[in-house]
């Protein structure tokens, strides 16, 4: 898609550090990462949101996220990973082409998820919300 940075990355038309490739994805690294190694797992089609992206792409992007991740921690000596993806620009997407971030996560890297946990007022509240999301579940 034209104007989409990471479809020029993809083409060639922008310069990345890429650490893998295949036909369905690419990886690189982010250019302003959250910890050293930071990833980025796309979909070589332009996807906006993840939606969107076929089911075996979506499955190579986390498998490969993954692997990366394994990598990762090997290579940088790191505890964890993290595997994280923004769906829309009110859940933090900054870049509208559909990515998979691969954070490797230490101990004490200074690095906090503003994470938080929510009261339902009652279970039947929380059912409720679930009978909603699954009436709009579709495949
Ligand atoms: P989002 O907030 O959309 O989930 O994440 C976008 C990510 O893309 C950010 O972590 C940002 O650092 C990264 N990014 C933005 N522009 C570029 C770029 O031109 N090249 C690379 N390698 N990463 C980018
Ligand atoms: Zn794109």
Same mark, same amino acid.
């Given at each position: 898609m034209k104007d989409c940075i990471f479809c020029k990355i993809v083409a060639g038309d922008l310069p990345s550090t890429k650490l893998y490739e295949d036909d369905m994805v690419l990886a690189f690294m982010d250019?302003?990462?959250?910890?050293?190694g930071h990833v980025l797992v796309i979909p070589?089609? /332009? /996807?906006?949101?993840?939606?969107?992206?076929?089911e075996e792409v979506a499955g190579r992007m986390f498998h490969v996220g993954a692997r990366l991740g394994v990598a990762l921690k090997r290579a940088l000596d790191v505890g964890g990973f993290n595997l994280h993806l923004a769906d829309g620009k009110c859940a933090g997407?900054?870049?509208?082409h559909a990515h998979l971030h691969v954070i490797p996560r230490d101990i004490e890297d200074g690095f906090h998820w503003n994470w938080r946990q929510q009261q339902y007022e009652s279970d039947e509240a929380r059912d409720d919300i679930a009978s909603k999301i699954i009436e709009k579940l579709k495949f």
């Amino acid at each position: 898609m034209k104007d989409c940075i990471f479809c020029k990355i993809v083409a060639g038309d922008l310069p990345s550090t890429k650490l893998y490739e295949d036909d369905m994805v690419l990886a690189f690294m982010d250019i302003a990462p959250i910890n050293p190694g930071h990833v980025l797992v796309i979909p070589k089609e /332009h /996807h906006t949101g993840s939606s969107t992206i076929p089911e075996e792409v979506a499955g190579r992007m986390f498998h490969v996220g993954a692997r990366l991740g394994v990598a990762l921690k090997r290579a940088l000596d790191v505890g964890g990973f993290n595997l994280h993806l923004a769906d829309g620009k009110c859940a933090g997407q900054v870049v509208m082409h559909a990515h998979l971030h691969v954070i490797p996560r230490d101990i004490e890297d200074g690095f906090h998820w503003n994470w938080r946990q929510q009261q339902y007022e009652s279970d039947e509240a929380r059912d409720d919300i679930a009978s909603k999301i699954i009436e709009k579940l579709k495949f």
